[in-house]
C-alpha cells in the first residue's frame, strides 16, 4: 500500500526543537512537490513549509519564517522539517503532503506537536 508516514513529533518546552520527518512507502517522493500544513484544535489546516521537486525553492508560513526549515533527502525518500524555537501556538498536529505534477495529492497520518509553556 502506498502512504506517506510521519515521524519525530512530541513534547517540547517552548523554545525547543523538534525534528519532524516523512518517510514515503511504495512510491518515490523525488517526482512530488512536498509541504508540511498543521491544524491546531477548532482550526483550519494551513501551511507551514513547502519545497519543490527539485528543492531548489522553499516558502514558508510567516508565522514560521526564521524558526522552521524544510528540506528533502531523495536518496532516502524523505522530506523533513526542522523546528527551532517552537513556541505553544506551534501547538498542532503536522500532517506530511506530497503532490504530484498530474494527480492528486497524499497525505500522511499526521503527528502530534505539543509545545508547553
Known amino acids: 500500500q502506498v502512504h506517506l508516514v510521519e515521524s519525530g513529533g512530541g513534547l517540547v518546552q517552548s523554545g525547543g526543537s523538534l525534528r519532524l520527518s516523512c518517510a514515503a512507502s511504495?512510491?518515490?517522493?523525488?517526482?512530488?512537490?512536498m509541504s508540511w500544513y498543521r491544524q491546531a484544535p477548532e482550526k483550519e489546516r494551513e501551511l507551514v513549509a513547502a519545497?519543490?521537486?527539485?528543492?531548489?525553492?522553499?516558502t514558508y508560513a510567516d508565522s514560521v519564517k526564521g524558526r522552521f526549515t524544510i528540506s528533502r533527502d531523495n536518496a532516502k525518500n524523505t522530506v523533513y522539517l526542522q523546528m527551532n524555537s517552537l513556541k505553544p501556538e506551534d501547538t498542532a498536529v503536522y500532517y506530511c503532503?506530497?503532490?504530484?505534477?498530474?494527480?492528486?495529492?497524499?497525505w500522511g497520518q499526521g503527528t502530534q506537536v505539543t509545545v508547553s509553556s
Open positions: 519545497i519543490t521537486i527539485s528543492g531548489g525553492t522553499t
Open positions: 511504495r512510491f518515490t517522493l523525488s517526482n512530488y512537490a
Open positions: 503532503n506530497a503532490k504530484p505534477i498530474l494527480g492528486p495529492a497524499r
